[in-house]
């Protein structure tokens, strides 16, 4: 981005942690990061990873050192883990503390984890606020006037900011990219796909499905059209040269978790499936990277136009399968979240 970024540069690569000489590796410096949110398993990974006392060489220098746990207020498999998860970071060296505020004095960088995407725009706003580069972890928000929001509030405030799911940077998925089959023709690609009646359906864990549709295809989807069941849903995208790419998200008869993500590539060199989740270590070193560097590994329009897909596949549905125009559903969420941003944060 602009100047800013250079100097958060800087600041990461010759800054040392000033408050506790047990973050000190040597005389390397120490990239302080914290993590708000405490109600998903992925902040207990990202700590374990981090913070272990033989970490990978790309998380050298770098260390977890402070947490405020609340996350959801009334999703309750999200409410229950608070406790366990807390406990279980704590034993990797992380202090617990009781605001967000708190949290900001203490750290360079921040992971935004709270597994319920309808609080993270209030969350994130003092991150942006006090200018700390923010990794908001899937969904980006609950809405996709917020997640627009979340990207112009980062805009005008001039922070470094990105969101993905972790299937994003599969193996598969990232050779496939890389031309493994030459250009990609079309795409098709499955997750589990249970609902949250909280979050537009493909929100919750669709976008671990929808996110490499788009990595693969890339941007420019122009329509969308859905049909759904209790047990599935199959959303048909038309992009603007023509292709087509698909996500079908899979559910029990009873509507809940049924495991299961990958898909298939089609390309002028061949065929080729995508292959299954890689671990969270390939989106963990992106995230590393982009706290350095404070460049995000891909466009902010892409990964709006995903949560614009996913919206127009839940307005889809509600119009019992017409085809849906993603511009016009961004279009509209657009000028909703200059009002939001406006009125109630007086950013603009």
Partial sequence: MRTFLMSCCVAFLISTATSADDLKKGDKPV?????????????????????????????????IVAAYPQGSADIESSVSRIPGYTEEVQKYGVEIVDSIPA???????????TNDGRPHLEQVIPVLKAGKPVFV???????????????????????????????RFTTGAQE??????????????????????????????????????????GPDCETVTRVHTESCDVVVGTWADGRIGTFRGRRG???????????????????RPIGSFSGYEPLLSEIIKF????????????????YAFMEAAD???????????LKAVMDDATIQAKELLKTKYDLE
């Fill in 31 to 63: 990239l302080r990061i914290g993590i708000i949110g405490l109600d998903t398993s992925h902040a207990v990974h990202f700590t374990k990873t981090i913070n272990s006392k033989t970490p990978l060489p790309e998380f050298s220098g770098c260390r």
């Fill in 103 to 113: 949290l900001l004095e203490k750290v360079d960088a921040v992971l935004l984890e």
């Fill in 291 to 306: 706290f350095k560097s404070g460049v995000a590994p891909m466009d902010s329009q892409e990964t709006l136009e995903i």
């Fill in 137 to 167: 972890d899937k969904p980006v928000a609950a809405s996709l006037v917020d997640a627009i929001a979340i990207y112009q509030a980062a805009k005008i405030l001039d922070v470094p900011l990105f969101t993905s799911s972790s299937l």
């Fill in 315 to 325: 307005e889809s549905r509600q119009q019992h399968g017409k085809t849906i125009s």
């Fill in 176 to 217: 496939i990219k890389a031309g493994a089959i030459g250009d990609i023709l079309g795409c098709d690609t499955f997750s589990p796909c249970p609902i949250e009646p909280t979050h537009p359906d493909l929100f919750w864990y669709g976008i671990h499905g929808v996110e490499p549709l788009f990595t693969l295809m």
């Fill in 253 to 271: 008869k009873d509507g809940k978790y049924m495991g299961g993500y990958g898909g298939t590539a089609f390309g002028t060199k061949g065929t």
